[in-house]
């Protein structure tokens, strides 16, 4: 038993010494790092554009009271509309407005209030002007009964929790946890399938395969190329990750505390069963063959299968109602993609996801030993394409 995961070790350690001192492993690498963190900076840009702070409203005022211009200057920095308020002498009030030097003029004459603009002013900084006129009014009145504005303002406060906001914050982080690990899934599965299969072909037509299957096994032989190659998209993956993760949380795009760290956990497991299963049904698929040319009628199907499986999870976010979400949750392998899916929208909790996780452990183990079995029967063959029926059945 040792010697045969001694094997293994080294046919996945040759595999990955193989690919990562190719020339498109570190161009793809540095694109991806590019795009990780080129893509939170812009990202960011577009947040923050979305979420750019209101314009600050210039106003002009003849006899306002401090208190008066305080009062306003705070209602309208709490409803979202800045004020910023410069007392001048009353013949230049309306002169500002004109010269566009200010938006609004307030002028108190004889106690009567008027505001002038060119423009018609927001409903904000309207309310905002009205408010805190009559709370300065207020505090003036009460301080002439001897009673204390701030004791007033304590006894009546209102406070407001808006617990939704932290609820659906943490709900989309959680999609979008799920639907990153179903971008990953996607490119390693279209990045290292057919590098699998295409492995396998190259191995098979240069004859190499049979100088190593003299001191391997046909199994060990699989299991280290796919346990290679996936290690060595694992590793691009992982870089890619921590630099959008890092570069995301630096410019305040993602907290960290906040992330369902249950909903990663969940996309892990299925990044890793979603793999093993398709890589050996690719590796499979490649020693049907003795060309590369050959290859696209046994490894279309299944890079055919892998998209429909994988779509089921954007299917799941876009339409979470369907009745059709709960038997995708059940079904290898579309329940690598829906059950982390699932979880993030709150449909599924993690004890539900043990069962649909066990049926896709489950199923990746038969799918493994099936594959290794075509694998076995077919890797020394050389000539037309053989049927799956004929490799299992070993011709």
């Known amino acids: 038993m040792t010697g045969g995961f001694t094997m293994i070790k080294l046919i996945t350690v040759r595999e990955i ?3 990562v001192k190719t020339k498109a492993f570190v161009v793809s690498t540095a694109i991806m790092l590019l795009i990780a963190i080129g893509g939170s900076i812009v990202l960011s840009f577009v947040v923050d554009r979305d979420e750019d702070a209101p314009p600050l409203v210039s106003v002009v005022s003849s006899g306002l009271s401090t208190q008066q211009r305080d009062a306003i200057t705070a ?16 013949a230049e009030t309306k002169a500002r407005v004109d010269h566009g030097s200010a938006d609004a003029a307030i002028v108190v004459t004889d106690g009567a209030v008027s505001v002038y603009s060119e423009s018609d002013l927001s409903s904000q900084v309207q309310a905002a002007i009205r408010s805190g006129l009559t709370g300065a009014q207020v505090q003036t009145a009460l301080a002439d009964a001897r009673i204390d504005p701030a004791a007033v303002a304590a006894a009546s406060e209102v406070t407001v929790e808006r617990a939704s906001d932290s ?3 943490e709900k989309y982080e959680r999609i979008a946890i799920a639907m990153i690990g179903l971008i990953l899934l996607t490119y390693t599965i279209m990045q290292a399938g057919p590098a699998v ?3 396998v072909i190259e191995e098979k037509s240069s004859r190499i395969v049979e100088i190593l299957l003299a001191t391997v096994r046909p199994g060990q032989l699989m299991a280290g ?5 996936g290690i060595v998209n694992l590793l691009q993956l992982v870089l890619f990750a921590v630099a959008g993760v890092i570069t995301a949380t630096a410019l305040g795009l993602l907290s960290l505390p906040t992330v369902a760290l249950s909903t990663a956990a969940v996309a892990v497991v299925g990044f890793i069963l979603g793999y093993l299963f398709f890589a050996a049904l690719f590796a499979a698929a490649g020693s049907l063959v003795s060309r590369v040319e050959d290859s696209a009628a046994t490894v279309t199907p299944i890079t055919m299968f892998a998209f429909i499986s994988i779509y089921s999870g954007l299917f799941v976010v876009l339409e979470p109602e369907s009745a059709l979400a709960p038997y995708l949750t ?5 329940s690598v993609s829906t059950v982390p899916i699932r979880i993030a929208l709150g449909d599924l909790s993690m004890v539900d996801a043990i069962g649909p996780t066990a049926v896709m452990t489950v199923a990746t183990v038969g799918v493994i030993l099936v594959a290794a079995r075509v694998y076995r029967h077919s890797v020394l063959y050389s000539g037309a394409k053989l049927s799956w029926a004929k490799a299992l059945r070993g011709r």
């Open 17 to 19: 010494q193989a690919r």
């Open 75 to 90: 209602v309208g920095t709490q409803i979202g509309s800045p004020i910023h308020i410069v007392e001048v002498p009353a």
């Open 167 to 169: 609820a659906d914050r």
């Open 197 to 199: 299969s295409t492995g």
């Open 225 to 229: 190329k796919i346990a290679g190659i």
């Open 330 to 334: 059940w079904i290898p392998p579309f």
